[in-house]
Each structure stands twice: as structure tokens, then as C-alpha cells.
């Protein structure tokens, strides 16, 4: 049997280890082709790369060897077109690959909207999601004083950080009245504002970017805000969501059923035969249920691997686990837990604010349980947070342990009698 | 990619083994060079002793006391950049401050001071198999009974009982002077260790060679104590393996080797592959209540924590199997930990996991419910 998996991000490279590990190279060939980068690396740590704490190579989490050891296949280069009647592939190189089973793992890329002046910029915007955005902001940084990041989340935080880093002067743009409002209630937020303001960032909100300027040669020079303000710059990160990355996809001979991304049952299934698909590229649902997109890591991971069982033919049916997240905004660490994004309004909250230290924990919750935790400044064990979402805990036991789920570092334990506690509905 | 400006080019070419790298490890090696064979021919050709003068102008009995001064300033100041740059974590706050006081106290005053009182000069922070001569017969008979006791149950006794609790950090990370410089001035050339698969079974092998030829030696020196009037020949050959291990294990491995190369293969080169100590303490830790916890499923795969682990360790490829792990050369330094972005790491004494009535796998197959 011959595997041919497109993108070898963490969903493609766990699932070409995940039939490895049950097929050996006499039984199955596995190919990964990615025209990204030659080897699977983390794009989780871009930033870290763009600020040198890291080297290139060490973004790459398994050794190189490995793939050689493991009989795996690859192949850089952009696949171009599709044929699922011939069951091949075309690559960019001219060259054709059949396939006994194909996955396609593409990933996601970055939103974008036509702006004002778009169509003259020719150099200074940027993106932060592949290795060769990275090249980019690098080779953009020498020359740039002022920079500005619009969008308020995660990635644009991480480019916001990386901008800093190297002394840029740097204004945060956001649509929204504060940092973040899709995961964080509005006093998180103004306490990550007050972090990202801490580290000399100008956050701006509620303003929407109305205008790109761009100097002769089509470098970008400023923005203009909705409120007619102007800010000079020499970069613009453009950071305002990422979308299933299937545009190529309706171009090609045979094309899958696609949504918003690729339409995948539970099994991973598209509408092809012999062609899965998993991921942040994937749109997983049954007929009639809302579509489920997920462009997290551990989706990613988790998908890749279950896709891999269903390519070998066993019976999958993917249920995202409970929601779990973290991530870092500068120095505060943030963990999620449940249901926390979007909660109807109405929805009862206990807050839990440290008295002098950035630290808050929010527990969601209604009559009967606990849906959602929201937790900032301090580790948490998101295992047993979920657990008690599972099990359907009541608020009153979970205050009651709430220690037990603590994370933190030997002697770092926050004393949590010391928290200032009300009851907020959202 | 670097920062901007000389600053920024400095920094890089200091630890990303530019010219700048490898000039300070010539430095150091020519420092080491002069500091041991200083005052002795070596070949007809005499090597100037330029540290005596220095410790006689300072007022300190000997070189070796002013290279103890040179090593206590540099865990100190190193020291002080650590904890500013962690200063948000308690652990390390805590950690650095023993770390440097155990160096200003037991291993530099306190041996000084003994020999101001006429007594003879003893570390109370170097223990047997890491300090050789503190088992060898000649030098325990030259001892006061409390140095003796010390070095007995400290070495037999102490060791590997704390290592059974704590793991080999109460000691490789809080009290060993060599540790303490790599955790300390050692700190910007963390990320120079190397990682790969071929280093971990070299670091197997050399690691408990050095182990075993350090208790031979031990063996061979007390035998010949024993036994060494009635076969000379034997006390010979015990004697000299006994000065070849110090030169080659002491002298080369622990100090030129282990310090100079710094700048070019991260700190504790001498830790990993060869520290004599660390072997015992790795075995003991492997059985012990230490270990490092992976919180479920939370790994991004950035690969913070195993560019950042001194030992080398590849603390991610645990981490994205959802591994808890113990490795014997981990030194539990706690950095790992510390440079997570998703606090997925934590160090624990616990023998068992935190008892949980429910797994993740189970939660995530949903096996909970039925
Ligand atoms: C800067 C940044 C930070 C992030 N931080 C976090 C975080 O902290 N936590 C978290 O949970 N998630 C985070 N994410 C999201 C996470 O990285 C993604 O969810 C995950 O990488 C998705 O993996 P994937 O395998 O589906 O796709 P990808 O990793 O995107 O891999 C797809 C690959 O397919 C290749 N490809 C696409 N089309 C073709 C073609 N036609 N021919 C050949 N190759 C093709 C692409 O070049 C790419 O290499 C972050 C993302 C970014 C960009
Ligand atoms: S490994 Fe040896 S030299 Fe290094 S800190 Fe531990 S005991 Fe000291
Ligand atoms: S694994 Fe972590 S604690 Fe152990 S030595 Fe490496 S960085 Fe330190
Ligand atoms: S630093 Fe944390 S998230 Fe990154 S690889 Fe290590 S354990 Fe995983």
C-alpha cells in the first residue's frame, strides 16, 4: 500500500508515524510531501526563532534520522493537482505520484481582507504562520523602525512580543474594546492589555485598520485607523485569523467536497474515495450537524493520528475531547478549560482576583455544575480541571479542591485564601 | 535572528560559537594551562606561574585560593544575573541564592578559614566519589574525626539516601560547586548542548566508565594501604593509576575540559559524560520518588524545554509522547520547567502520580461514562 500524505505539518507527521508504527516499510509506503519545509518542525515555535531563543534546526521535533530510520519518504514540493479517478497526484515539479490512500493535511493560512491601498504594497506586510513568513519578517526587521500588528489574538501577541524584542516600536491594533474578547471575559483582557502596554507595546482598540500607505517603491510606510489617525511604519503584521488552506483544491481534477475547509465525516472521510483529510485544513460533521473546525495543535495531533487508524481501515469516529488550551501572553501564563468562548450572556461566573499579583481564576458554572475554567497568572493541571467538567462537579466541590489541580513550581504556589472572590454573570 | 547593533552581534557571536566563542575558550583553556603547570617545566620548557604573584599581592595563601575567589565571584555574579532573569520564579530564586551561598560558605570561607586555624583544608560541599581523596586512606588518617565522619556518612550515607528523595538535584543543582557554575555563569550557553541520540549513548557509556575506573582506583589505593608493604609492585601501580585518574578525571576532564569548553559545547560536558558522582546519583534518581510530570496531551512540540536543558536531554520527545520521565543525567535544574510556554512541565518528589480516579485516555474515549 502506498500512503501518500500532503503536508507535513503535526497532523500529517503523526499520522505517517501513527501507520509506521503498525505497517512496516514491506507493507505500507509513506510518502510526505510538504513544499514548506523539508522536515516537519513546529510552527508553535516561529516566534521563539524570530527572537533566536531557538535555532532553526531545533524547531524540528523529531531527529532527522529519523525518517530514514523509519523508511518515511519525503518530498519537497507543492502539490498542484489531483486526480481521484486515476488515483495520482501532480506536483508543481511536473511529476506524478499515485496513491493508495491519500491524506491531505494542508493546514491553514492566513486571513486576509482587501484593505484600502492593498494593491500597491509590494514589501513590508507580513504574515506569521509559515517558515517562509519567517524569512520574511527577518529580512524585513534590519530596515524597520516602526511596526504595526493588527489583530487581537494569539498570533498576533507572539509577533507583537518578537517585534519588541528587536527594539521596534511597535502599535497593537485591535477591533475589539479590549484584548482578546473571543476567549477572555472583559477583566482578563484589560489585565493582558495592561501586560502588553507593560512592555512599552501602544495598544489601540476598538479602531479598525481604514488604510496601508506605501512609500515609491511599494514598501509600506504607515496605516490609517477608522478614527483617522495615522501611524507611521515600516512593517505591518497582519495577524487576523487563519482559514483553512483548500483554495488550490477547486482547481484541481477532481476536487473534494469543501465548506469553509475540507468536509470530512467522522471517520475522516472526504467525499473522494481513498482520500482523508485531517487537521486545521479539515471541517469534520455528519450531514445536518454544524461543522466542526478546529486549528489548535493538539486537534492536529489528535486527528492526525485517529486519521491514520482509518486510513488502515479500523472503525473512527472523532469526538473533539472537552475543549483545553493555554498559551502565554508575554510573562502571564493563561489556561482554558470548557466552555469559556462565546457562553451565552447570562452565563454565572465566579471570579477569583489575587490582591497585588496578576492572577485571576474564573470557574464557570450553572445550577448543576461546572462548565468552564478560565485561569490566569498560574499553572494549572487542565487533566483535572476537565475531569471535573466530565464529571459533572458542582461548584462547591470544586472550590473546595481547586488546590489539587495547581501546577505551580515548588515554592510558587499561590496561596489561594488569598483571593478576593465574587460572583460575576457574564 | 539576531538583535540589531554590535550589542546584538556581540551577544550572538558569543553564544553561537562565533570567533568571539572560541576566543574565550582558548582563554579559559590558557588560563587552566597556566593555573595547574604554572612554575613547572613542561618538555624543558618552563611555564611562568603569573597566579602565585596575585594571590601574594591579595594577601591569599595560595593560587588555589585565588582561583576559589575567581570561582566564588563568577557563581556570584553569574548567580545574581540568574535570579534577576527569573526572578518571577520562586524556585529558581530560591535554588540560585543556596547555590551561591554553599559556594561562598562551605567551599570557599570555610576552607580558608580551617587554614588560617591551622587546620587542614576541607570542602564540606565535595563528597567521595566526586572528591576521591577523601576516601583514600592517607588522607582520612591526616583528618580530625569530624571531617572523617563527614566524609564517610556524607559520602555512603547522605548521598544516596537525599538522591532516593529529591533526586541527584539536591545535590548537582544546590550544593555542587561545579554545578553551581554551570547553572549559574554557565547559563547563557545552556542551549549549546548537544541533543542528539548519539550524544545519549555516548553519555551511557563514558558516564559509568569514569564510574567504574573511580571505584577501582578507591579499591586499589585502600588495598594497597593494606596490604602495600608486602607487594611494592602493586602499591606502584595503585599509586600511579591513582595520579593518572587525578590528572586525566581531575585535572583535564573536570577542570580544562569541563569549564573551558563553555562557550563551545555548553555547560557540563564533565557533568554528562563523566562525573563519576553524577552516575551514582543517576542510578539512585531512577528508582527514587523524582521525576518530571507532563501534564497530558499539552505539548506544542516547541522544543523550548530541550534547547534550554543543560544536560542535553530532548525533554520534548517526552513531552509530546505525554511521558512522565526521570533520565539519569537530569539534574533537575528546573529550567525545563521554567522556559515552557505552556507550563506543561513540573518537577515532583512524589512516588506515584497525583492518584486521579479518572485517566485523560479514558476521558478522552469516554470510557468514563459507561
Ligand atoms: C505562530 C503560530 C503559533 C501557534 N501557536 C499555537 C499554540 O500555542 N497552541 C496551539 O494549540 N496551536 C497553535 N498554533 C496552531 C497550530 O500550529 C496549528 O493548529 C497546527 O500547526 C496545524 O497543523 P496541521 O498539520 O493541520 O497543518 P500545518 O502545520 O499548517 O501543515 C500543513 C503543511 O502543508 C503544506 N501544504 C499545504 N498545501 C500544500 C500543497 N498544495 N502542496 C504541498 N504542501 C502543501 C504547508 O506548506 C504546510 O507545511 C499556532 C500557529 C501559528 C501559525
Ligand atoms: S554531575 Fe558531578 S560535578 Fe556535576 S554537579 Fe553533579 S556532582 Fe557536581
Ligand atoms: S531535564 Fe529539565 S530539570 Fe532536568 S536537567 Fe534538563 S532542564 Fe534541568
Ligand atoms: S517547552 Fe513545553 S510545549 Fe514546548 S516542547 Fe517542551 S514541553 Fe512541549
Excluded at chain 1, 492566513?110 to 492593498?118: I, N, S, Y
Excluded at chain 1, 483554495?247 to 467525499?271: A, C, N
Aim: hydrophobic letters at 40%.
Amino acid at each position: 500500500m502506498h500512503v501518500v500524505i500532503v503536508g507535513n505539518g503535526v497532523a500529517g507527521t503523526e499520522a505517517a508515524l501513527a501507520i509506521r508504527r503498525r505497517l512496516s516499510p514491506q507493507d505500507a509506503r509513506i510518502t510526505l510531501i510538504s513544499e514548506e519545509h523539508p522536515y516537519f518542525f513546529s510552527r508553535t515555535a516561529l516566534m521563539y526563532a524570530y527572537m533566536e531563543k531557538m535555532q532553526r534546526r531545533d524547531l524540528e521535533p523529531y531527529e532527522r534520522e529519523m525518517y530514514r530510520r523509519q523508511k518515511i519518504e519525503r518530498i519537497q514540493n507543492r502539490v498542484v493537482d489531483l486526480d481521484a479517478d486515476a488515483h495520482t497526484i501532480t506536483l508543481r515539479s511536473g511529476a506524478t505520484l499515485s496513491y493508495d490512500r491519500l491524506l491531505l493535511a494542508v493546514g491553514a493560512r492566513p486571513r486576509m481582507v482587501p484593505f484600502e491601498g492593498l494593491e500597491k504594497v509590494k514589501d513590508g506586510l507580513v504574515h506569521f504562520v509559515s517558515m517562509q513568513d519567517l524569512d520574511h519578517c527577518e529580512r524585513l526587521t534590519w530596515s524597520t523602525e516602526e511596526a504595526v500588528v493588527l489583530g487581537g489574538g494569539l498570533i498576533g501577541v507572539e509577533l507583537a512580543e518578537s517585534f519588541v524584542h528587536h527594539g521596534l516600536k511597535v502599535s497593537f491594533v485591535v477591533r475589539e474594546p479590549y484584548f482578546w474578547p473571543a476567549a477572555l471575559a472583559a477583566e482578563e483582557g484589560e489585565i493582558i492589555g495592561e501586560e502588553i502596554r507593560r512592555h512599552g507595546i501602544e495598544l489601540i482598540v476598538d479602531q479598525e485598520l481604514k488604510t496601508i500607505e506605501s512609500d515609491e517603491a511599494g514598501r509600506v510606510s504607515g496605516v490609517g485607523l477608522s478614527d483617522g489617525h495615522h501611524l507611521p511604519a515600516q512593517m505591518l503584521g497582519v495577524a487576523i485569523g487563519v482559514v483553512p488552506n483548500v483554495d488550490w483544491l477547486r482547481e484541481v481534477k477532481s476536487s473534494p467536497e469543501l465548506g469553509r475547509g475540507i468536509r470530512v465525516d467522522r471517520s475522516f472521510r472526504t467525499s473522494l474515495p481513498d482520500v482523508f483529510a485531517a487537521g486545521d485544513c479539515a471541517e469534520i460533521g455528519a450531514d445536518g450537524e454544524v461543522p466542526l473546525l478546529e486549528t489548535i495543535w493538539y486537534s492536529a495531533k489528535l486527528q492526525g493520528q485517529r486519521a491514520a487508524g482509518a486510513i488502515l481501515g479500523d472503525e473512527v469516529s472523532y469526538t473533539p475531547p472537552i475543549f483545553y488550551n493555554s498559551s502565554k501572553f508575554f510573562g502571564i501564563e493563561y489556561t482554558t478549560v470548557g466552555e469559556c468562548v462565546g457562553v451565552p450572556s447570562g452565563t454565572r461566573s465566579l471570579y477569583r482576583r489575587h490582591e497585588s499579583r496578576p492572577i485571576t481564576q474564573r470557574i464557570l458554572f450553572d445550577e448543576a455544575q461546572v462548565r468552564g475554567f478560565s485561569m490566569l497568572g498560574s499553572r494549572w493541571d487542565h487533566t483535572l480541571l476537565q475531569q471535573w467538567v466530565a464529571e459533572r462537579r458542582p461548584l462547591s466541590y470544586v472550590r473546595e479542591h481547586l488546590h489539587r489541580a495547581q501546577f505551580d513550581v515548588e515554592f510558587g504556589r499561590v496561596d489561594l485564601s488569598k483571593f478576593q472572590e465574587e460572583e460575576r454573570t457574564l | 535572528m539576531r538583535q540589531k547593533g554590535s550589542l546584538g552581534w556581540l551577544k550572538h557571536d558569543l553564544t553561537h560559537r562565533g570567533p568571539t566563542a572560541w576566543l574565550l575558550t582558548l582563554g579559559l583553556f590558557a588560563f587552566y594551562f597556566i593555573l595547574y603547570y604554572g612554575g613547572r617545566t613542561l618538555a624543558g620548557v618552563p611555564i611562568p606561574d603569573l597566579f602565585t604573584p596575585i594571590a601574594q599581592a591579595l594577601h591569599l595563601p595560595s593560587k588555589w585560593t585565588f582561583y576559589g575567589l575567581l570561582y566564588t565571584l563568577a557563581i556570584a555574579i553569574g548567580g545574581a544575573y540568574v535570579i534577576y532573569k527569573y526572578r518571577h520564579n520562586r524556585y529558581q530564586v530560591i535554588r540560585t541564592s543556596v547555590v551561591i551561598f554553599v559556594q561562598a560558605t562551605l567551599a570557599f570561607s570555610v576552607p580558608w578559614i580551617l587554614t588560617i586555624f591551622e587546620q587542614p583544608e576541607y570542602y564540606f560541599s565535595y563528597l567521595w566519589p566526586l572528591k576521591m581523596e577523601y576516601f583514600y586512606p592517607s588522607t582520612i588518617l591526616s583528618m580530625p574525626l569530624p571531617f572523617i565522619l563527614f566524609s564517610l556518612l556524607g559520602s555512603l550515607i547522605m548521598v544516596p539516601l537525599l538522591g532516593i528523595f529529591f533526586g541527584k538535584r539536591w545535590y548537582c543543582s544546590w550544593v555542587c560547586g561545579c554545578g553551581g557554575l554551570a547553572n549559574t555563569a554557565g547559563e547563557p550557553f545552556r542551549h549549546l548542548s548537544n541533543k542528539s541520540s548519539k550524544a545519549w549513548a555516548f553519555e551511557k557509556w563514558s558516564i559509568h566508565i569514569t564510574l567504574f575506573l573511580a571505584l577501582l582506583t578507591t579499591a586499589l589505593v585502600i588495598a594497597s594501604w593494606g596490604v602495600g608493604e608486602n607487594y611494592p609492585v602493586f602499591a606502584e601501580q595503585a599509586a600511579s593509576l591513582r595520579s593518572l585518574y587525578g590528572f586525566v578525571v581531575a585535572t583535564l576532564l573536570s577542570g580544562i575540559i569541563g569549564v573551558a569548553l563553555y562557550p563551545v559545547g555548553g555547560t557540563r560536558v564533565w557533568c554528562r559524560y563523566f562525573c563519576p558522582m553524577a552516575a551514582i546519583l543517576g542510578l539512585v534518581q531512577k528508582f527514587g520518588r523524582y521525576r518530571i510530570r507532563v501534564k497530558d496531551n499539552m505539548c506544542i512540540s516547541c522544543g523550548m524545554c530541550s534547547t534550554y536543558c543543560e544536560m542535553g536531554i530532548d525533554v520534548r520527545a517526552y513531552a509530546q509522547r505525554n511521558q512522565d520521565f526521570v533520565r539519569a543525567s537530569c539534574v533537575g535544574c528546573g529550567i525545563c520547567a521554567e522556559v515552557c510556554p505552556r507550563g506543561v512541565l513540573r518537577l515532583e518528589n512524589r512516588w506515584r502520580r497525583d492518584p486521579q480516579e479518572l485517566s485523560m485516555d479514558a476521558l478522552l474515549n469516554e470510557t468514563y461514562r459507561g
